[in-house]
């Protein structure tokens, strides 16, 4: 079964610091990766994508990487902003036109002053 | 409106009611997806449209749930003899079309709250 798993579940920082969210995946074969962010009451909002050959791609302050051997991404965000205070879920998709993505259940990030 | 809408926010009925959800994608997305997300969960698939047609409906979790999108565009969600358990967060999405690499736009959510 495709599978993604995320960690931490949760985490708090201080504004200013850095932090890495890692996604893991058994999702097989293997198109592309998304990192999205989901504010409070709001829908998700992708922030990168990433595909095979793509080791890392950065947006701003987010950074993402992929191993695609190891099936296992990260998020970096740097110098943390109390608006990154949100959601960040992976979410990994097949090859193909129509495959389901698969939803990792996300890190809850709380950036505190 | 530039991005996914969906109507109402929110919604709470009683237990055994019925209700509908209504989504507007993005004007010219072909493909429609419906997800529910509880609370400190990823999003679930429900079903996938494409263009008019219900291309995968296997995420319904029974018959109890329906979908339509007969003209293309806006879709609805129903849900008959609401249960507790159907109380979640319900977010649409939208794309271009059917890709892979294609994002999928996401509508802000209606939360069910079933009393």
Redesign the interface.
């Known amino acids: 079964k495709n599978q993604?798993e995320q960690s931490p579940?949760s985490l708090i920082i201080l504004e200013g610091k850095n932090c890495t969210l890692q996604c893991n995946y058994t999702v097989s074969p293997f198109?592309?990766l998304?990192w999205y962010k989901q504010d409070t009451?709001?829908?998700?909002?992708?922030l990168t994508?990433m595909?095979f050959s793509e080791n890392t791609k950065s947006n701003g302050r987010y950074t993402a990487t992929l191993d695609a051997d190891t099936k296992q991404s990260s998020l970096h965000i740097t110098a943390s902003q109390l608006s990154d205070s949100a959601s960040y879920?992976c979410?990994v998709?097949?090859?193909?036109?129509?495959?389901?993505?698969t939803?990792?259940?996300?890190t809850?990030l709380q950036v505190i002053p | 409106g530039a991005g996914v809408s969906q109507t109402p926010s929110n919604k709470v009925t009683e237990k055994g009611k019925y209700v509908e959800l209504r989504c507007d994608p993005i004007s010219g997305h072909t493909a429609l997806y419906w997800y529910r997300q509880s609370l400190g969960q990823g999003p679930e698939f429900l079903i996938y449209f494409q263009g008019t047609g219900a291309a995968d409906d296997s995420g319904l979790p029974n018959d109890r749930f329906f979908a339509v999108r007969p003209e293309g565009s806006v879709s609805t969600l129903k849900i008959q003899r609401t249960e507790r358990g159907d109380s979640a967060v319900y977010l649409c999405a939208s794309s271009l079309a059917e890709q892979s690499y294609n994002e999928q736009f996401f509508g802000p959510g209606t939360r069910l709250t079933v009393l």
């Open positions: 993604v579940q198109s592309n998304r009451g709001r829908g998700p909002v992708s994508i595909t879920i979410v998709r097949g090859p193909g036109g129509y495959q389901k993505v939803f990792g259940t996300g809850k």
